[in-house]
């Protein structure tokens, strides 16, 4: 918006737009209590509720509503905030909003701006922030854990605790800087050497984790892939639990990718059924034979469901896999009428018209997308910058120390600074102040 400063004192809707029993108006900024001279009645005292009967310019009622005031810092942004509480009547939400907009210094709130605001008073780091965003994204149970894990500083508190030992560590190495003359005692670089080793071995044991924190977070796309008339329609069906498409005897009846949502394990999976793979095929289908291609390359697991008792199933297999990149889960469907050569490794041989074997899918699905079918929990990372910044942080860290310290200590302080400003990025906190100061109170540099 033009024009627009963080001086300004914001509004908004807390609650989704449309008519509901209760709508909560949002107003931040050091103006906030003014607001409710606007309406025509007298601001609560902060920290308390108060039922206040809201009037226009001509003095007649708006809407009966509950007041909080909230006095800076003690809000969520940090700042003051008043919160009106009044019924959802779409008249009522417009009329208030439009009132407010007319007061001098306040404006309409941009996207996120109550939040960025809280991060600028230091309510939340950026991990706190992510985890308030995927706190409001949640979906399954698991991603609802996650989310109170990260605001409650899963993330936060070893990344900080990593950041002021690099932090030291680097300190030590810049004031080496100021004695290059003097040779360095083999127990400081040892002990220099052991503590980054630690840090590299401590961010290491966080990174094994499978990416589980990402797939709970973002959830996992299985692409159903086959041959014509093997039954992944019928075992779309059957997973989801209703006729989410088509089923028929006749070969060639899913032409389009067709998108089924569930949770499995705490996870949320998108299942998607695609047209079965042959050759011959017509124009429309060749389309959606194309599709169920693309699906299978840019799915996170396959779900290779196969005819056991058509001769041809190894030779379909062989060309359904090279889709997947190897992560997939083999299905040779119709057990009841017979099967034709073996059963590969790990692979299921079933009927997708059965309850049991359904069950028998279900888990066997959710353990292959649950990573190390772990507790979601357990993960920290939850997002691919995380992950990118702790490499990076490892990789600084690493080829610091190749660096000879008594010869080259600049270079390793360097490579602890990169690692530490890695670091730095998971939370927002970036700031040359904290290095001078770890050099400054823990040496006698006198310069």
């Not at 959710?366 to 079918?373: E, G, M, Q, R, Y």
């Amino acid at each position: 918006m033009t024009g627009a400063t963080f001086n300004d004192t914001i509004f908004a809707l807390a609650t989704p737009p449309g008519r509901s029993a209760i709508a909560i108006v949002r107003i931040s900024g050091e103006r906030a209590s003014y607001a409710a001279d606007a309406f025509a009645v007298c601001c609560p005292e902060k920290g308390r509720f108060a039922v206040r009967r809201l009037k226009n310019v001509n003095g007649q009622p708006i809407d009966e509503v509950l007041l909080l005031y909230m006095q800076a810092p003690h809000s969520p942004t940090g700042e003051d905030v008043l919160e009106i509480h009044c019924h959802g009547s779409q008249a009522v939400q417009a009329m208030i909003l439009d009132r407010l907009a007319l007061i001098a210094g306040f404006r309409p709130a941009l996207p996120g701006e109550f939040t960025r605001r809280a991060f600028g008073n230091d309510k939340f780091d950026l991990s706190g922030v992510e985890g308030l965003a995927d706190l409001i994204d949640a979906e399954t149970p698991a991603q609802l854990h996650q989310a109170w894990a990260q605001l409650d500083g899963a993330l936060r508190k070893p990344v900080t605790a990593w950041r002021e030992t690099l932090i030291s560590l680097a300190g030590q190495l810049e004031a080496l800087i100021d004695f290059a003359d003097e040779d360095l005692p083999a127990s400081v670089e040892a002990a220099l050497r052991a503590s980054t080793k630690t840090l590299i071995a401590d961010m290491g044991v966080i990174m094994a984790d499978n990416k589980a924190g990402e797939v709970i977070r973002d959830g996992v796309k299985v692409a159903l892939l086959g041959s014509v008339n093997a039954g992944k329609s019928t075992a779309l069906n059957a997973i989801s639990g209703r006729d989410a498409v088509i089923t028929s005897a006749e070969a060639g009846t899913t032409r389009d990718i067709v998108a089924v949502k569930m949770d499995l394990g705490g996870v949320p999976v998108t299942f998607m059924d695609t047209a079965g793979l042959r050759d011959g095929a017509g124009a429309i289908e060749a389309e959606g034979i194309r599709r169920a291609r693309q699906a299978g390359r840019d799915a996170d697991f396959g779900l290779i469901i196969l005819d056991g008792s058509d001769p041809a199933w190894p030779q379909h297999l062989a060309e359904i896999s090279d889709l997947t990149g190897g992560q997939h889960l083999i299905v040779l469907n119709k057990c009841d009428l017979g099967l034709v050569g073996s059963v590969p490794e790990g692979a299921l041989h079933l009927s997708l018209r059965d309850n049991k074997d359904i069950e028998t899918l279900i888990a066997a699905i959710t353990k292959a997308i649950v990573p190390l079918n772990q507790d979601g929990q357990s993960a920290i990372i939850t997002r691919a910058r995380h992950r990118d910044a702790l490499i990076g942080a490892m990789q600084s860290l690493e080829r610091g120390l190749t660096h000879d310290f008594d010869v080259n200590p600049e270079l390793a302080a360097e490579d602890f600074r990169m690692a530490a400003t890695a670091l730095g990025r998971i939370t927002g906190k970036i700031d040359v102040e904290d290095l001078l100061g770890s050099i400054f109170s823990s040496f006698c540099i006198g310069k």
